[in-house]
């Protein structure tokens, strides 16, 4: 149980557009959702965290315009990285928790690539 | 502040060897402490946590960590490794009080060898 995907699991963009990345849990219900982002060889940075129905709270330093990030619905949060740059090549993780357990549980990641 | 310094990068061990990877912290608070497995295009697996009860935890598939606050570690130990222990672990650290906001170590690459 507690399984957490993402979509996709790889994409290259230019440089200028933007691109939408989905996390879903699949086998329960995520009231808190979170976007990590993960530079080669180096920790994973927490980003942002996402309550379902409310705006999302970015850490320090992130971008809020930039990382645009929605949790609609208790199974879904998106990060969209608008403007895409090259210096925003990086691979995204994100996780969920719910109700019951303080447990965050992690998606696959998304290697994103801007061209 | 709360800060995690995982001491190797790598980590390379013989099949039924033991393994230790090692991890120190920082943290103003009573700190959580947490080890996860990241396996190649799988999401991070909790191994094992730490919160205020046994200072020895044992975790899955033969892992098991000690915390040491006068040293201030929790280093992560295996009697025996095998192949499939191959992966990327993360030692991680999250004040009590908050234990959403998680801090990663730069993670500790454990290489195999048969």
């Known amino acids: 149980g507690a399984v957490v995907s993402q979509h996709p699991s790889w994409v290259i963009c230019k440089s200028g557009t933007s691109v939408k990345i989905e996390c879903r849990s699949l086998d329960f219900q995520a009231t808190t959702m979170f976007w990590y982002r993960q530079f080669p060889k180096q920790s994973l940075m927490l980003m942002a965290t996402s309550n379902e129905g409310s705006k999302a709270t970015y850490e320090q330093g992130v971008e809020k315009d930039k990382f645009l990030i929605n949790h609609a619905s208790l199974t879904l949060s998106t990060l969209t990285v608008t403007s895409a740059h090259p210096e925003d090549s990086s691979f995204y993780i994100c996780?969920?928790?719910?109700?019951?357990?303080?447990?965050?549980?992690f998606g696959p990641g998304t290697r994103l690539t801007v061209t | 502040a709360q800060s995690v310094t995982q001491l190797d990068s790598h980590v390379s061990v013989s099949e039924g060897t033991p393994v230790l990877l090692r991890c120190n912290y920082s943290s103003s608070y009573s700190p959580s402490l947490f080890w996860y497995v990241q396996h190649p295009n799988k999401g991070l697996q909790l191994l094992l946590k730490?919160?205020?009860?046994?200072?020895l935890v044992k975790g899955i598939n033969g892992f098991e960590a000690e915390f040491k606050k006068s040293e201030t570690s929790f280093h992560l130990t295996k009697p025996s490794a095998h192949m499939s222990d191959a992966a990327e672990y993360f030692c991680v650290v999250s004040d009590r009080r908050n234990t959403d906001k998680l801090i990663f170590g730069t993670g500790t690459r454990l290489q195999v060898f048969p």
């Open positions: 730490y919160t205020s009860a046994a200072t």
């Open positions: 996780s969920a928790r719910g109700l019951v357990s303080y447990e965050q549980y």
